[in-house]
């Protein structure tokens, strides 16, 4: 079991760019969560998806986020345009059912500057 | 919506037991507990999940009244390793079950 991947590991833009970060889910997960992680905030629950369909995207922050699944083995979380303020650890989650225990991936560092 | 409560942070020496207690006021009938850890630059990791009295498991137990207002995760003879963040949540049910990180437990394990 290789876990939940995330790539890229370290993202920097300049503002104003697309980032897209990518997420693949452990094998036969059936829900799969986005966090973004600052000091200030903590960790917040962006959206969460259970057999692909989004069930609650209202962490989601502003329009410029968006997220899909496209299929149960991978993710997408696109910013667009990506401001200064997006900067964050974004981590990807996924577990059995939307009840059980996360599996968190470690995460993608965002530095838009 | 359940909100949880903990201390900000907790020092302790090696070989000591640590009990972290959170408290969730407004729990409801179908929401379960569950406590995660995280180190510096990785994900949050599950370490137990309980709905009510006592939970074990290889690394910590977890304990949880009657009336389910509050949890205390208790962790065996700490090490330095054990010095990360501990998170206490709440699962609540909104057609989907939606799980919010409160602020969390730094502890700091000291030689």
């Known amino acids: 079991d290789a876990g939940v991947i995330q790539s890229p590991r370290h993202e920097v833009t300049e503002m104003g760019q697309e980032v897209t970060l990518r997420c693949k889910p452990i094998s036969g997960h059936n829900s799969l969560f986005w966090y973004r992680q600052t000091m200030m905030r903590g960790l917040e629950l962006l959206i969460y998806f259970n057999n692909n369909v989004p069930i609650d995207d209202s962490g989601m922050p502003e329009d410029r986020f968006s997220a899909k699944m496209p299929n149960a083995s991978f993710s997408t979380l696109k910013i667009q345009p990506s401001e200064p303020r997006d900067s964050a650890v974004y981590f990807c989650?996924?577990?059995?059912?939307?009840?059980?225990?996360?599996?968190f991936g470690n995460g993608t560092r965002l530095t838009v500057t | 919506l359940a909100k949880t409560t903990q201390p900000i942070s907790m020092d302790s020496y090696e070989g000591q037991e640590v009990n972290i207690t959170c408290s969730h006021n407004n729990i409801a009938t179908n929401d379960y507990i569950t406590w995660y850890q995280q180190f510096p630059s990785q994900g949050p990791r599950f370490i137990i999940q309980g709905y009510k009295t006592k939970v074990t498991n290889e690394v910590a137990s977890l304990f949880i009244p009657a009336d389910r207002k509050s949890s205390t995760l208790s962790l065996p003879r700490v090490s330095l390793s054990d010095t990360a963040v501990y998170y206490c949540l709440v699962a609540f049910n909104t057609g989907g079950f939606k799980t919010i990180f409160g602020a969390g437990t730094r502890l700091f394990v000291k030689a």
């Open positions: 989650a996924s577990s059995w059912r939307d009840d059980s225990p996360l599996h």
